[in-house]
């Protein structure tokens, strides 16, 4: 284990300093600060897999927009909690045009980041009805979710969708909701870690339900736009995003701008709230908020107390890259495509390595090249992989914490990889493989 692409001293010293109790269990921050301090220590560069910084330039238009807006002097003026107005029209448009759904502009609304429209959405959620106080997560998953629901203080359940695609999703959601206390379900589509596409069948198992077992739908489209099994920037034409939103009208949508647009860093995205839910009355809200609707209560009892809305300028930014999309200028899905071919590549090299794919098909059809995959090393748990990658300069995360019932793997994100260091990730899994020898199976 001395001779490691990376300094073998350093590098251990460096996770005690940590402090971590276990590399498999610790966040994705938490690894960052880890593998900028090695950095730094040893003056190499490690392959970085463990975030998904957009590893690409952000939307200019969005950039123009926003220093326009900055120079009209924004900055001094509180936006409305709601969003403004041209936002919400433009996100309504982009629902309609690249979902196919009808949503009204006034269910369209800002949030810092999708990380506070979920936020904000557990702690409403769970309070509609008493008896539902519990999300239940399609995994594996975006671990902050789960954080998120920590320090809430809330319930969640789990499964891995892996073993219940197709027809079996319908009898385990069926079991699972039958219990009555489900207020939401949350996936991410395409899905973070594992890059697996409901299909339009398990979207409308799904739909179905939810709608018996009246639980709201929360469908992160973190991703959107991003299967690039089919093209879908034709506006207002199909092939449409995946949406449970066409089968359902019991929905949240969560739509980031940080990865499809790149503007990760202004913090922005946007909750879009079905016109049946947002008009919804649930009396058990009256404990918390001043009205029982729910939209209503989202914006002027969740939102306002969170952060008085979102950024000023940054709502100027996002109203331009919807407007230009929407308009058929701003083809934000042929700019992200480079993650997929990224993948691709760096996938080919960690399978001639002795890797192995850990979520490898969707449902009948091997798994897509996205913004993520998932990868295991026969022998290893995706703890000791972690332990002994980071020797060899590559960071991910463990499945672990993913809500993955395949412990054995890691989470491998392709963004902040340059293709000029595909000559390093391939030295470096080179020297992995002779140093990890694979035992053949007996016969
Ligand atoms: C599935 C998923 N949901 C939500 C987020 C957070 O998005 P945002 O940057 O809009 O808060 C991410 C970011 O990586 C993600 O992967």
């Not at 979920?118 to 902050?144: C, H, Q, W």
């Not at 058990?284 to 952060?307: C, E, R, V």
Request: with cysteine; aromatic share 12%; hydrophobic share 40%.
């Amino acid at each position: 284990m001395n001779d490691t692409p990376i300094d073998y001293k350093i590098v251990k010293r460096k996770i005690e300093e940590s402090n971590l109790i276990s590399l498999s269990k610790a966040t994705i921050r938490e690894i960052k600060k880890l593998i900028d301090k090695i950095e730094k220590a040893t003056g190499e560069k490690y392959i970085r897999m463990e975030m998904g910084i957009p590893g690409l330039p952000p939307a200019k238009v969005g950039v123009d927009a926003e220093i326009a807006a900055l120079k009209k002097g924004v900055a001094s003026i509180y936006p409305d909690i709601q969003g403004i107005h041209e936002l919400k029209k433009e996100s309504s448009r982009f629902v309609k045009l690249f979902l196919n759904v009808e949503v009204d502009p006034e269910g369209c609304v800002p949030t810092v980041g999708s990380m506070q429209g979920s936020f904000a959405a557990f702690i409403i959620l769970n309070r509609m009805y008493e008896k539902k106080n519990t999300v239940l997560f399609l995994d594996p998953g975006f671990p902050v979710h789960k954080q998120q629901l920590n320090v809430l203080g809330q319930k969640w359940e789990t499964f891995d969708i892996y073993d219940y695609r197709a027809d079996k999703l319908r009898v385990k959601l069926e079991e699972v909701l039958s219990k009555g206390n489900i207020s939401s379900i949350l996936y991410s589509n395409p899905n973070n870690p594992s890059w697996i596409c409901f299909t339009e069948d398990e979207l409308k198992i799904i739909a179905e339900a939810a709608d018996k077992y009246n639980a709201v739908v929360l469908e992160d489209l973190a991703y959107v736009g991003m299967d690039f099994r089919k093209d879908l920037y034709t506006p207002g034409r199909p092939p449409f995003q995946a949406t449970v939103a066409r089968y359902t009208d019991n929905y949240i949508l969560f739509i980031s701008s940080s990865k499809a647009f790149s503007y990760a860093g202004q913090r922005i995205g946007m909750m879009v709230i079905s016109d049946k839910l947002f008009n919804r009355k649930c009396p058990d809200l009256n404990k918390y908020y001043s009205s029982d609707k729910f939209g209503y209560a989202m914006i002027f009892g969740t939102i306002y107390p969170l952060s008085a809305g979102v950024t000023h300028s940054a709502q100027h930014a996002l109203t331009a890259m919807y407007k230009a999309a929407n308009n058929g200028k701003f083809n934000f899905v042929d700019i992200v495509k480079e993650y997929g071919e990224k993948a691709k590549v760096m996938k080919k090299l960690f399978t001639d390595n002795g890797f192995y794919i850990v979520y490898k098909t969707d449902v009948d059809e091997p798994i897509a090249d996205g913004f993520y995959f998932t990868i295991a090393y026969p022998g290893l748990t995706g703890e000791e992989l972690m332990n002994e990658l980071i020797y060899f300069g590559v960071s991910a995360i463990s499945l672990a914490i993913t809500g993955s019932e395949r412990t054995e793997g890691i989470r491998a994100c392709v963004s902040s990889v340059q293709r000029d260091q595909f000559p390093d990730l391939e030295y470096r899994l080179k020297k992995f493989y002779e140093n990890h020898p694979v035992k053949k199976p007996q016969l």
